[in-house]
């Protein structure tokens, strides 16, 4: 029972208290009226007539003082003294009256005197609709958890409604909705409360908060009602899962992207609130160790960047799991997939692999002999691992491609010569097809192995040998050295004298070669007198299988030595002595020839250039000799005091550096002039007849081996300038006879020009030092123009010329001599 129900049985309580003391005390009450009217009515409405209902006079009534004393200050009603009418003096409001009665009544005192009487007005204030239901709160708020079971109660608010009976409130409605229904429950007072009754499972998700309106209806015509908004607040419970804004991410991403760039955003949504709505993201266990070490992931944002540079030739795809995890407890886990194609760049160089099947080739090698497989490898794909295979043009190697793709063979592309090349530096290139396009080089390094294919080769071809005579047998002389092009044992020389059918002229029997060194020794003396020149061939052989060998002349020329004395040729005795007499008449003038010593010299040059001197002379102002022609004159006429005989020793010496001399020793007489001419002539003629004939033949024989040799000469000068070759002839033959047995033979061996001279020298030669006296250096007066017509003769074929035309001629002098001279 609430206060305002107390108030009204209280005053109910006391009303009838007082009627009961007014009939105690007694005083007098005539009568007790009532009267029933609606609230709300204007003021001034009559209510009724009391004096004609109370039977009063109306005329009276104001001397009676008609009045109402009822003792209430807030007066709602009056009367009118004049006529007895009670009118409404305000607007009456029930509620306010009567509030929570069923009945409401005001209760009047009206009071006449003289006589006094009072009288009873009960007036009834019949409620009229007028109030709309009222809730104490415009709006009532429930949170209800998600999870809560369907049939869960909510005590609703109970509206209120001033106006009773009929006008009070008579029913509640909800609006529609899906989740809530109203269920009305009786409280202690009786009253029907509004009750809120879960009828679905409430979802957080789909619908946080649920906007419901209660309305109260009363029973008035027309009825009025009153609203509560009901808001009910859906909380949370951790019962989504998050959810991936897509199955799988699908991202294409450039090999070689910098490192921190961000790849994708994973984004899981979890429909559920606060710590059950936040979301982390962590890679999934069973992901490989390599994942995690090239992508990192954020765990608030789900942002995957880039952690180490990620290489499309090591990996094409990335397959990551992600783990979205609420806050919730227990927290809830999905699943979010992330697909990573890395696409290809040209980051990688191609590769070159040589598997050398001969890293050394021999250098007689076919064309087309495999050297080496060569295979080129990109790690790139697509036009990025087309490879293009090359080498360099400089050698004799081509590439060959093969059946399967990126590989080839290096092949020779000609023949080889070690002795040219040894080695070749192959230069591989490699260059894809990307852009840029990248390129890889590789040497690969060809040796090439010898074989015998080179002969020994001299660098001089014939050699020539000046040695002098007498010289030391077994001492060395001269060596030879060939060089083989080819290597180790193709290139081990071996020498030897090729040895000719045994013939008495073959000198190379008397010579010896070290056939390791190709030191030569003689095993003889030579004797320039003897042999003046000859020639000889050493044979190199290599050591290679088939050897192969070649040889060289060497042609020698006997130098030489002062080896020889002067020979007396006349005068010589019949005892073989150099002693002679010559008979003159005493009547010969100054300057009459009285004889003529004549001598030889073996040797050549200065060595057999003779000068004659008087050693002892009886009469030194009788004869005079010739220094150079050995002939004695007499200085002046005989007298009668000069001595019929004279003996004059001449000695005869040659140029040497260690001359030899030899004497002859001539007896003079002087007779008289009949006997002297008669003696000369007998002996004159003789002799002519003899050598007459001789001389005459031995004159035309050395004049046509001149003219021969000549010829030859001329020959091979044409030959020569035939085949139009720029050499300078080797050795000039010039021969030069000024006296008694004079010998002269000219060759030329570098830039200077040779000749070895017999008894008469040129004025103008010069000895050459560190020579034998024998050899003069003859100033070349020629003078090399740029029209002189160059020749070569052929050394072998002139060698043989000149030494046959010296040998023939000497011949011819010697004999020739020695027929004058005897």
């Known amino acids: 029972m609430d206060k305002g129900e107390q108030r009204r049985r209280w005053k109910y309580w006391w009303i009838a208290l007082r009627f009961s003391l007014l009939f105690c005390i007694g005083e007098q009450v005539l009568a007790q009226i009532r009267y029933s009217i609606p609230e709300e009515v204007k003021e001034g409405s009559v209510v009724g007539n009391i004096a004609k209902d109370l039977g009063l006079d109306i005329n009276t009534l104001v001397d009676r003082r008609f009045r109402i004393v009822s003792g209430s200050t807030d007066a709602l009603f009056q009367v009118n003294q004049n006529n007895g009418v009670l009118s409404v003096l305000k607007k009456i409001d029930r509620e306010a009256i009567c509030e929570g009665s069923a009945v409401c009544t005001v209760n009047l005192k009206i009071a006449v005197e003289n006589p006094l009487e009072i009288h009873y007005v009960v007036v009834e204030i019949a409620d009229v609709n007028d109030h709309s239901p009222r809730f104490p709160e415009k709006e009532q708020h429930f949170e209800i958890a998600e999870n809560t079971l369907a049939g869960a109660r909510f005590e609703l608010q109970s509206a209120r409604d001033p106006d009773v009976g009929s006008n009070s409130i008579r029913l509640y409605k909800l609006a529609k909705n899906n989740y809530f ?111 995690h070490d090239t992508f990192n992931l954020d765990s608030i944002t789900g942002e995957i960047q880039i952690k180490k540079p990620v290489d499309f030739e090591e990996n094409e795809i990335y397959r990551l799991n992600i783990q979205a995890s609420d806050k919730g407890q227990p927290p809830m886990t999905t699943d979010c997939r992330v697909i990573i194609k890395i696409t290809d760049e040209n980051d990688n160089y191609p590769e070159i692999d040589v598997t050398s099947l001969f890293n050394v080739v021999p250098e007689d090698s076919k064309p087309g002999t495999v050297i080496s497989l060569i295979s080129v490898t990109d790690k790139d794909t697509g036009v990025n691992g087309k490879v293009i295979c090359s080498i360099s043009d400089s050698v004799p190697f081509e590439l060959k491609p093969s059946v399967q793709d990126n590989m080839y063979s290096l092949v020779t592309k000609e023949r080889l010569d070690r002795e040219l090349v040894q080695s070749y530096e192959i230069k ?263 050598d007459n004939d001789v001389t005459f033949y031995l004159i035309i024989t050395l004049g046509s081996v001149s003219v021969l040799f000549l010829i030859s000469i001329i020959v091979l000068i044409v030959m020569q300038c035939s085949k139009s070759t720029d050499c300078s002839s080797k050795y000039l033959q010039d021969t030069n006879y000024d006296g008694t047995l004079c010998h002269s033979i000219q060759y030329r061996s570098g830039d200077k020009r040779y000749m070895l001279v017999g008894p008469r020298m040129s004025i103008g030669s010069t000895i050459v030092p560190g020579s034998n006296g024998n050899t003069l250096v003859v100033p070349d007066r020629r003078r090399r123009t740029s029209g002189e017509v160059s020749f070569k003769l052929y050394h072998i074929n002139y060698t043989i010329f000149l030494s046959l035309y010296m040998r023939f001629e000497s011949f011819l002098l010697h004999s020739f001599f020695f027929l004058e001279f005897h």
């Open 181 to 291: 229904e109203l269920e009305m429950r009786d409280n202690e007072e009786e009253e029907k409360t509004p009750v809120l009754v879960l009828h679905k499972s409430l979802d957080r998700e789909q619908n946080a908060k649920h906007n419901l309106v209660l309305t109260a209806v009363d029973g008035g015509s027309p009825p009025k009602s009153g609203t509560l908004n009901i808001t009910v607040t859906v909380l949370d419970s951790n019962d989504n899962r998050p959810v991936c804004s897509r199955d799988v991410y699908y991202v294409t991403l450039g090999e070689n992207t910098p490192v921190g760039t961000s790849v994708v955003r994973i984004n899981a949504a979890d429909s559920d609130e606060g710590l059950n709505g936040d979301v982390v993201y962590t890679l999934g266990k069973t992901i490989r160790r390599k994942v």
């Open 428 to 690: 591989i290139k490699a260059t894809d097809l990307g852009q840029p396009p990248l390129s890889t080089f590789k040497t690969l390094n060809v040796q090439v192995s010898d074989v015998n294919d080179n002969s020994p080769e001299f660098k001089q071809n014939p050699h020539e040998l000046y040695l002098m005579e007498n010289n030391v047998p077994g001492a060395s002389i001269f060596s030879v050295s060939a060089s083989d092009r080819d290597l180790n044992e193709n290139a081990a020389i071996s020498y030897q004298i090729i040895r000719s059918d045994g013939t008495n002229n073959d000198m190379g029997t008397f010579l010896n070669v070290n056939s390791e060194t190709g030191v030569i020794s003689a095993l003889r003396s030579f004797d320039f007198e003897t042999v003046k020149t000859f020639q000889f061939h050493v044979l190199a052989t290599d050591s290679g299988t088939p050897p192969l060998s070649s040889n060289v002349t060497v042609n020698v020329f006997i130098l030489d030595r002062n080896d020889n004395v002067p020979v007396i040729l006349y005068p010589v005795s019949s005892n073989g002595s150099a002693e002679g007499v010559e008979e003159i008449p005493r009547n010969v003038n100054a300057g009459h020839l009285v004889t003529k010593v004549r001598a030889y010299d073996a040797d050549i040059g200065y060595n057999g250039w003779l000068l004659f001197s008087l050693q002892e002379v009886s009469d030194h102002s009788l004869f005079g000799l010739d220094r150079y022609t050995g002939q004695i004159r007499t200085l002046r006429s005989f007298t009668e005091t000069d001595e019929a005989q004279h003996k004059l020793v001449i000695l005869v010496k040659d140029n040497g550096n260690v001359s030899l001399s030899a004497t002859a020793t001539v007896i003079i007489k002087v007779v008289e002039p009949k006997e002297a001419f008669a003696a000369s002539d007998v002996k004159n003629a003789v002799k002519d007849e003899e």
